[in-house]
C-alpha cells in the first residue's frame, strides 16, 4: 500500500468539484523536455498521412503520443500525478487512451459540452470510471481554446438535461481550466466538459491521459504495441500498458 497521495485539501476539492489542478506539475527544464518531444512527434506525424489522428481545421491529434516519444510515456507515471490517480481510481489503474492535441488560432469548438463515460450496460453514477489529465504545454488564456468544466457535474444524475448552448461559454456555472505552461489538471470522467473557441492567435496545445480499470479495455486506436509493451520496466508501467491478466490484476507497492 502506498502513502496517500493526496492532502485533505485535495480530496475535498476532488470530491466536491469533480477536478483538480497541479500548477508546475510541469517545472521549466521538464517542460522544455517535453515541449522538445511533442515537436518531434508532431514532426513525424506530418511528415505521414497515414499515421493515425485527426486532421480538422479546428484539432489536429497526434493520436498516443506514447508510441512516439519516451518522455511521452514516461509522463503515464509522472511521479506527482499518477499517484494521486491511482489513489483516486484503484490498484487496477490502467491506460485507456492518450493524445496531443493541437488546437488552431482563431477556430471554433471541437468539443461541445459531454462527459467520457456513458458505457451501455454498466449502472455507475457514484464509481469513478475514469480520470483524465491534462498537460499544459503553451499557457492557455480564456478565450485561448481550452477546456472548460462544470464543477460537481460528475455527480449530476444521469438523466440530468444539460442546457444546450451554441457557445461552449455560454454553457452557467463553468470555469476554464486556463493556466499556464506546465500545469496539469484532472477530472473525473463523469464530469461535464467542453473544448471552448479558440479565439486568441495562438496554438493550444496539450497531451491528454485518460486513465480507466485494467479490465477496462484500451480505446479503440490507442491498444500499445508489443513494441511499447517491451519498454514497460515497472510493474505501474506494465499494468498501464496492459500486460498481465485481466481480472485480479493490481498494484502492490
Ligand atoms: O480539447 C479539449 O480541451 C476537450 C477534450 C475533450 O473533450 C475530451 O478529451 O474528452
Excluded at 444539460?162 to 499556464?180: I, N
Amino acid at each position: 500500500m502506498p502513502p496517500r497521495a493526496m492532502t485533505d485539501e485535495q480530496r475535498i476539492f476532488f470530491e466536491t468539484n469533480g477536478y483538480l489542478v497541479f500548477p508546475n506539475a510541469l517545472p521549466p527544464d521538464h517542460l522544455d523536455r517535453v515541449r522538445a518531444a511533442a515537436d518531434r512527434a508532431e514532426a513525424a506525424w506530418r511528415a505521414d498521412p497515414s499515421r493515425p489522428g485527426l486532421r480538422n481545421p479546428n484539432l489536429e491529434q497526434v493520436q498516443a503520443p506514447i508510441e512516439y516519444e519516451d518522455e511521452m510515456l514516461a509522463l503515464l507515471e509522472h511521479p506527482v500525478v499518477f499517484p494521486v490517480v491511482r489513489e483516486i481510481l484503484g490498484d487496477d489503474v490502467s491506460m485507456i487512451d492518450n493524445d496531443y492535441f493541437l488546437t488552431p488560432p482563431h477556430t471554433k469548438t471541437h468539443a461541445h459540452w459531454h462527459h467520457d463515460v456513458g458505457m451501455a450496460g454498466v449502472y455507475h453514477p457514484r464509481s469513478i470510471m475514469m480520470v483524465k489529465v491534462f498537460y499544459l504545454l503553451t499557457d492557455v488564456t480564456p478565450e485561448g481554446g481550452g477546456t472548460a468544466v462544470i464543477p460537481g457535474s460528475h455527480r449530476y444524475p444521469t438523466d440530468f438535461r444539460l442546457p444546450q448552448a451554441e457557445d461552449p461559454a455560454e454553457m452557467p456555472g463553468h470555469v476554464k481550466m486556463s493556466y499556464p505552461a506546465g500545469t496539469a489538471w484532472l477530472f473525473n470522467g463523469r464530469t461535464y466538459h467542453a473544448a471552448l473557441h479558440n479565439d486568441s492567435g495562438t496554438i493550444r496545445r496539450v497531451l491528454i491521459y485518460n486513465y480507466g480499470h485494467f479490465w477496462m479495455k484500451p480505446w479503440q486506436g490507442y491498444e500499445p504495441s508489443s513494441a511499447l509493451q517491451a519498454k514497460a520496466q515497472t510493474p505501474a508501467m506494465r499494468q498501464l500498458l496492459h500486460i498481465g491478466d485481466a481480472y485480479g490484476q493490481h498494484l502492490k507497492e
